[in-house]
């Protein structure tokens, strides 16, 4: 590689970076307003048109707001938690393709930092950090309440990003690929002649359980345990303040566009969608963008609409119903892999009958295990 083309890779860095900036911007407005609208309230006003500028507003406070360190906290890892919080989720960020290239200075400039023959287990590394920064963050601040909050998220984070693998198991056993441009690529074409041959159809059952566990990973309504107001005065992050603080709060937002970034990636065709001569290079990022938005808003519409579920259901919801559907899904996307190659169509609808029975199996067994627990309910109540 030349001097250029390290000028050219710093260039795409830096433009990723001020992208996701901008980004955290318009998500964060965007939720206030959608919940706002769901609750009939007008939202932000002030700053800005409509109230657009009110996270600028917000992060020039906290940055000008004193940032203290508590008397009995370990200051080095006091000090590392906020940007564990940060960092991961932009390298998360790095190997997804968010356009397809443009042409500069006789190059073919790719809208991705590093096309990784590793993407997916990268990812994976790299989401699994944002535990750290969260357990780290309430065990240095020397006080208790943090202390339970980071409990909580080690036990709730560790549990679904099980199931979040499970999933990009199944996308990895489909599409037999770890790249995430060779993923994007292989959802090209249509199925039926009108219908986009995105993952997301074949994958639907992977879709949802990866959506379900991003939820938790990112510390999301209703999994919000770990800085759940009401119980643990804002949980893992109550000893900060400051630009520390604003770190830690952006970090929760920054864990969400990865998270939707990586499900269009590999469930929604990434950057992929019909589009004009006009400016081709454009109108992907502008897709990306989209899909990303449509993902955000179903978040803030179950943060906006569901409760906060208890802390023994939020952990046997992920270990009794969200691993097992996860284990069966990559059973069944290995019987749809394999059969039609060494029996034909009859492979196939061997496959089909396979995963209907299994599913009608894990259906029942949860059933009968369920009426016991129903019973005894009905039984002690008065």
């Known amino acids: 590689m030349g001097w250029l083309d390290w000028m050219l890779l710093l ?9 996701l900036l901008f980004a955290l911007v318009i998500v964060i407005w965007l939720e206030r307003k959608f919940i706002a609208d769901m609750q009939t309230r ?28 508590p008397t009995l906290a370990d200051r080095p890892v006091y000090l590392i938690a906020p940007i564990l919080a940060v960092v991961p989720a932009f390298l998360a960020f790095s190997v997804i393709p968010w356009g397809t290239h443009v042409t500069l200075f006789g190059r073919e400039i790719p809208f991705q930092i590093a096309d990784l023959n590793i993407g997916i287990l990268w990812v994976l590394a790299m989401t699994s950090m944002t535990v750290y920064a969260v357990v780290l ?6 006080s208790n309440y943090p202390l339970l909050g980071s409990v909580r998220s080690s036990a709730q984070m560790i549990s679904y990003e099980v199931g979040m693998g499970l999933a990009l198991i199944s996308v990895l056993m489909f599409t037999g690929h770890l790249k995430m441009s060779e993923i994007v690529a292989g959802q090209g074409g249509y199925y039926w002649g009108f219908v986009p041959r995105w993952n997301f159809i074949p994958q639907f059952p992977a879709f949802l359980l990866y959506l379900i566990a991003g939820l938790a990973e990112t510390n999301r309504p209703p999994f919000d345990l770990p800085e759940a107001e009401s119980e643990l005065v804002a949980g893992f992050h109550t000893e900060y303040s400051g630009w520390r603080f604003a770190m830690l709060y952006l970090g929760e937002y920054l864990n969400t566009i990865t998270v939707a970034a990586i499900a269009t990636t590999l469930f929604l065709g990434g950057w992929r969608g ?3 001569s006009f400016l081709p290079w454009l109108w992907p990022i502008a897709w990306f963008a989209l899909k990303i938005l449509v993902i955000f808003y179903v978040y803030v ?3 906006g609409t569901m409760p906060r579920i208890r802390y023994d259901r939020l952990m046997a919801f992920g270990w009794k119903l969200l691993i097992p559907l996860g284990l069966f899904w990559v059973l069944a996307t290995g019987t749809i892999v394999l059969l039609p ?13 396979l995963i209907v029975g299994i599913g009608m199996l894990l259906l029942l067994a949860a059933d009968v295990l369920e009426r016991p627990r129903s019973r005894s309910r009905e039984g002690a109540s008065p």
């Open 341 to 353: 190659g060494l029996y034909g169509s009859r492979g196939r609808l061997v496959a089909v009958g």
């Open 137 to 142: 963050a309430g065990w240095s601040s020397g």
């Open 274 to 276: 019909p589009h004009p």
């Open 301 to 303: 519409w179950i943060r």
């Open 42 to 69: 007008p939202g932000p006003l002030r700053a800005g048109p409509r109230g657009v500028l009110i996270t600028l507003a917000d992060g020039m406070k906290l940055f000008f707001k004193e940032s203290f360190v």
């Open 11 to 19: 260039a795409r860095i830096v433009l990723t970076f001020f992208m």
